[in-house]
Every structure is written in structure tokens, then in C-alpha cells.
């Protein structure tokens, strides 16, 4: 059975950065594009960046130039660096397989403000 922990989120300010890591496990992680994906109050969850199983990246136009998504194999374990943040990044932030399984983590919650 799948399990998908994040962690790595916190509050910063407009302009910071962090680093969301995810690690996975029961599954086969190596053969599956993996993704960020990010749900604002309000809103519903949608994907902001994908690493394919050959670490092919590709980004939602509102983060691009700004988040990075990289993984490890070996951890089974996808990153998420996040570089001028700002306040519309504010979310919960969860990662998932590329389509994405039922299951979902509880996700790392990313707060932006001065």
C-alpha cells in the first residue's frame, strides 16, 4: 500500500525559499512520473510541477522560473525547491503520482507573508 509523506513547509516571507521533500513507499517508485501538487483555501488541489520517470520536468506557467521539482530513486523521495516566493503560493502542498493515486499524504502546509 501506497504512503506518501511530505514535510519541509513553514511560513516565510515574500521572496524566501524552501524545500519540500516527499518520501514514498510501497510502491514502485522509480517506474512512475511524480508530482507537487497545491490546494489553496478555497480552491481545489491542482498540479503545479511533474518529474517524469526520466527526470523530465515540466511546471504550471504560475511557478515556472521559480520552483524546482528534482527525486531520488534510491529514497524514494521527490523534492520541490521553491525560490521567490510569494504570497499566492500560500497552500497546502502534496505530493502524488502523475495521474495521481487515491491516497494522498497530509501535506505540508506553505505559508507566505510578511
Known amino acids: 500500500q501506497v504512503q506518501l509523506v511530505e514535510s519541509g513547509g513553514g511560513l516565510v516571507q515574500p521572496g524566501g525559499s524552501l524545500r519540500l521533500s516527499c518520501a514514498a513507499s510501497g510502491t514502485n517508485f522509480r517506474l512512475y512520473a511524480m508530482g507537487w501538487y497545491r490546494q489553496a483555501p478555497g480552491n481545489q488541489r491542482h498540479l503545479v510541477a511533474t518529474i517524469t520517470s526520466l527526470n523530465r520536468s515540466n511546471y504550471t506557467d504560475s511557478v515556472k522560473g521559480r520552483f524546482t521539482i528534482s527525486r531520488d530513486n534510491a529514497k524514494k523521495t521527490v523534492y520541490l525547491q521553491m525560490n521567490s516566493l510569494k504570497p499566492e503560493d500560500t497552500a497546502v502542498y502534496y505530493c502524488?503520482?502523475?495521474?495521481?493515486?487515491?491516497?494522498w499524504g497530509q501535506g505540508a502546509q506553505v505559508t507566505v507573508s510578511s
Open positions: 502524488n503520482r502523475v495521474p495521481a493515486w487515491d491516497y
